[in-house]
């Protein structure tokens, strides 16, 4: 469980990442157009500029809000491209300005889909990925031919260097796109995530299975499992989860003072439990290597017992 | 997160993948070693000593066969980028664009890892690394293919071969990931059984109906159609009737629990998962004569009702498609025979 919460902390990282590598990157460009390059664009230095203050603003509060973050960081990102374009889009040799003309609709799709997350919404997740993939494709193929002019003309000359942490930064935002926390951040996902739990809640798999150990606590009502809380109605509480191929139940037994039955609340998730499954179990029967719960109330239920499952 | 598809056991399919991919792994030890032992003079190919390393996924993948796939990701996502890293160092400084393969390989680490403590989207991750360094390893394998065609160098060749050894594990590793007790469930599929469990729970159509011939068993008024249990179940007897709702089957279970009289009715929907159960205490029932037909009324306990449309089940099924040796002025005849009024 550790582990997992160190990789809940992932996309927060990346974000720091995204942001010192724009910061750092942004900084280098603006470095490179005042004392380097020779009356640089003016559009040019501008998109640099909000590079490098974009960075250091996702640095800071990258924390608090990472969806807006990753659109700030598509909008620089799309802007230096846009910007870098446009500069030296020529209609002399047709076959370059048509490439550079698509590579600027690329950038302008990623500002466009990076203004969306701005807002604080996911949306158009798929068509930033799409072209945050094509960009990154675009500089892999630089890399691989070593930015050789004489291969891809239609590049202009930039070093090996830039191009490698170009490419690195697509791929970043790439990964922040996959991460769980914008994947069911989109309207399709918070629909999924709802509806999963219902479904978790109230249904379970063909071959949902609990640990032996839980199985003989349930049929005896007593066991190392069970916690005599003495809290309040509750004489002892004991919580197990019932797994199977695609969904798994946290289950919260509770057998009450005066009543027969085990009180079963099943939810798809640890913790606040507000909207769940209550049901009572009046029987319960071992069947050979499956146990079965019965109900007055309908309950009609069978598990497998499984090593494998968490008690 | 769900962690039970990747830690639960494959099926045959599977298993085969990852043997594959094991002979692929001690081919290139097995290359590796002939090109290390085999003097210059023979075979001018300059190898890593880092590719012998194949060997140790080689055995894990083997020994790891028979337990949940999570473990042969982690071996195969964890090692076989270790070992890519180890020959990619030596070429970093020729060429840095390299360095992509490098964090490419970082990247399946990192996934691999994730998937082995109970991410499920990891598996669709490192899909689309797997293709993508099956596509970057192809294209560097056709790359010196074309160069040895045209210099006619019997070596390049062999390299190339070597190469595509690597393309060769990544597209089994793929197809391994792509399978169905390996791979993630889609966000269609989620989406889909969260529909039909929540619409199980919640939602029945107006038109929802059973037939006439089960209306008295399910009211326990004819139990010669109920299923008599075995002596040590809680349940005595019972009988199921279904509701059709469209294309929904609903299953209404009549109990008879063993020292009651009463019979408990249950509801559940004929579904791929299984519920737990709901139901109700039957007090009461009634019919109903409406304009559109006949309706059963059920009533359970603190103000539980439940109305139901009653038809009588067609005698012949409707079918588009004939069979050949069915007549259908036959069929007339004998419809009018059972009953004049049909004519």
Redesign the interface.
């Known amino acids: 469980m550790r582990?997992?919460k160190a990789?809940k902390i992932l996309p927060y990282a990346l974000g720091m990442a995204m942001g010192i590598l724009l910061l750092a990157y942004g900084g280098y460009l603006l470095y490179k157009d005042v004392y380097v390059s020779i009356e640089p664009s003016s559009l040019i230095v501008i998109a640099h500029i909000i590079m490098t203050i974009s960075g250091l603003f996702i640095i800071i509060v990258g924390r608090r809000d990472l969806i807006r973050c990753i659109g700030l960081y598509a909008v620089s990102l799309g802007l230096s491209r846009f910007a870098l374009r446009l500069d030296i889009l020529d209609f002399d040799d047709m076959v370059p300005a048509a490439i550079n003309c698509v590579m600027i609709l690329l950038a302008i799709n990623l500002m466009y889909t990076g203004a969306s997350f701005c807002m604080g919404r996911v949306i158009r997740r798929l068509s930033m990925s799409i072209t945050s993939i094509i960009l990154a494709m675009i500089d892999?193929l630089m890399?691989?031919t070593?930015g050789s002019q004489s291969i891809l003309p239609f590049t202009p000359y930039i070093d090996?260097?830039t191009?490698?942490v170009e490419?690195?930064m697509y791929?970043v935002l790439l990964?922040l796109l996959?991460t769980?926390f914008i994947?069911y951040g989109t309207s399709?996902?918070r629909?999924?995530t709802?509806?999963?739990r219902?479904?978790e809640n109230?249904?379970?798999?063909?071959?949902?299975h609990i640990n032996p150990i839980v199985a003989e606590n349930l049929l005896n009502r007593d066991g190392n499992l069970w916690i005599r809380n003495n809290d309040g109605p509750v004489d002892r509480e004991m919580t197990f989860t019932i797994?199977?191929?695609?969904?798994?139940a946290n289950v919260t037994a509770q057998i009450w003072k005066g009543h027969d039955g085990i009180y079963?609340t099943?939810s798809s998730n640890p913790g606040s439990i507000i909207h769940a499954?209550r049901?009572k179990v009046?029987?319960v029967?071992r069947e050979g290597n499956v146990l079965h719960m019965?109900?007055?109330?309908?309950?009609?239920?069978?598990v497998g017992l499984s090593k494998?499952a968490r008690s | 997160m769900n962690r039970s598809k990747i830690g639960r056991h494959m099926s045959v399919l599977p298993k085969v993948l990852l043997v594959l991919i094991a002979i692929g792994c001690l081919s290139i030890f097995v290359a590796t070693l002939i090109l290390i032992i085999v003097p210059k003079e023979v075979f001018d190919i300059t190898t890593e000593w880092a590719s012998l390393a194949y060997i140790i996924p080689a055995i894990l993948v083997i020994r790891y066969i028979n337990r949940p796939p999570r473990f042969a990701i982690l071996t195969i996502a964890v090692c076989i980028p270790v070992i890519e890293m180890g020959t990619l160092i030596p070429e970093l400084m020729e060429a840095p664009g390299m360095a992509i393969l490098f964090f490419m390989d970082l990247v399946m680490m990192v996934s691999g890892i994730h998937c082995f403590i109970g991410d499920e989207h990891s598996v669709t991750r490192l899909i689309y690394v797997s293709i993508t360094m099956m596509i970057l390893n192809l294209a560097a394998s056709f790359m010196i293919l074309i160069i040895a065609i045209f210099s006619l160098e019997v070596d390049l060749m062999l390299l190339a071969v070597y190469n595509l050894s690597s393309v060769f594990i990544y597209l089994l590793f793929t197809l391994f990931l792509i399978q169905r007790d390996v791979r993630e469930e889609s966000m269609g599929s989620k989406l889909r059984g969260g529909i039909e469990a929540t619409d199980a729970l919640l939602s029945s159509g107006p038109g929802a109906y059973i037939y006439t011939e089960e209306v008295y068993p399910l009211l326990g008024m004819d139990m010669s159609k109920w299923y008599v249990t075995g002596l040590d179940c809680p349940i005595e007897a019972l009988y199921t009737a279904t509701v059709h709702d469209g294309k929904r089957s609903l299953l209404l279970t009549s109990k008879k629990w063993r020292g009651e009289n009463r019979i408990r009715i249950s509801v559940d929907e004929d579904l791929k998962t299984r519920p737990y159960g709901t139901g109700f205490p039957l007090n009461y029932h009634s019919f109903e004569q409406a304009s559109e037909g006949l309706y059963l009324r059920l009533y359970g306990d603190e103000g539980f009702f439940m109305r139901i449309r009653i038809k009588d089940k067609p005698k012949v099924e409707t079918r588009f498609f004939v069979a050949a040796d069915f007549d259908l002025y036959e069929w007339e005849e004998q419809l009018i025979e059972e009953d004049p009024q049909n004519d």
């Open positions: 582990a997992l990789f892999l890399l691989v070593d090996t260097n191009r490698f490419c690195i791929l990964i996959d769980e994947r399709e996902g629909i999924v709802h509806l999963t219902i479904r109230y249904r379970m798999d063909d071959d949902a797994t199977g191929n695609t969904m798994e079963l099943i499954n049901i009046d029987v029967r019965y109900g007055k109330d309908g309950t009609d239920f069978i494998g």
